[in-house]
């Protein structure tokens, strides 16, 4: 550090005349007071300067602190905005995942239920082939019966040849009234698989019947196609 006169206000003796008691101008007293002056002169600048450097330091920490402080800020925020951003893309998947599911539920649903719709149709009747009479008597309501006599002349009086009797199978009854000459109980003609309709249609028991065959059947033949 540079001395400049007059920059000590501790001291009234300026640096002309402080220097000139250095030389001895002045006896051999002032020259010894002039050496303990510049002592003490010295000594000052060297506190000035290392409070000078210390504050220095100081500022260099304080600013390195701070800088480091903004830093960690910074970094901080940008690793939370991250956090932030990957929540909001997890929770984007898991929606999306929930849409795609509810989606595939949906169209699960429609599908099940365009197959009960379809299973709920009226098919053609196999009992009757779709015309509603009773196979058994073509819808007359009776059947012909055959009887056999072992003398076959005038003297027996045994009925003999084809006669009717009701259909049992459609409700008529074969009870040999025929036989007795007496009103046969004829059937009422009609298919009682389809009651004449000659359509049938699945109970809702059996649709959901076959509808747990078909979702056995379908992961079964899933399966063997990935095979």
């Known amino acids: 550090m540079v001395e400049r006169p007059g920059s000590f206000h501790s001291s009234p003796i300026s640096m002309e005349e402080l220097l ?7 006896g051999r007293h002032k020259k010894q007071k002039a050496e303990e002056e510049m002592e003490r002169r010295r000594k000052l600048n060297a506190e000035k300067e290392l409070e000078a450097k210390l504050e220095l330091q100081v500022r ?17 925020q ?15 998947e898991r929606l999306s995942l ?25 098919t053609t009747c196999t009992n009757c082939s779709g015309d ?47 036989l007795l000459d007496l009103k046969v109980k004829k059937g009422h003609g009609q298919c009682t698989t389809c009651k004449g309709s000659g359509q049938t249609r699945l109970t809702e028991e059996e649709v959901e019947e076959a509808m747990q065959k078909a979702a056995v059947l379908v992961p079964a033949v899933a399966i063997r196609g990935a095979r």
Not at 60 to 76: C, G, M, S, Y
Not at 78 to 92: G, P, S, T, V, W
Not at 98 to 122: F, G
């Open 20 to 26: 000139l008691d250095l030389k001895g101008g002045n």
């Open 60 to 76: 260099r920490q304080q600013q390195k602190e701070r800088e480091e402080w903004l830093h960690r800020t910074l970094e901080e």
């Open 78 to 92: 940008q690793q939370k905005m991250e956090e932030i951003e990957e929540e909001n893309r997890l929770e984007e």
């Open 98 to 122: 929930e849409a795609a599911k509810e989606e595939q539920r949906r169209q699960k649903e429609e599908r099940e239920e365009a197959v009960r719709d379809q299973l709920r149709q009226p």
């Open 132 to 178: 509603g009479k009773c196979p058994s008597c073509s819808g007359s309501g009776t059947i012909s019966v055959t009887y056999l006599s072992p003398v076959v002349d005038d003297s027996s009086h045994a009925i003999r040849g084809k006669v009717f009797t009701g259909c049992s199978c459609c409700g008529g009854r074969k009870d040999g009234a025929e």
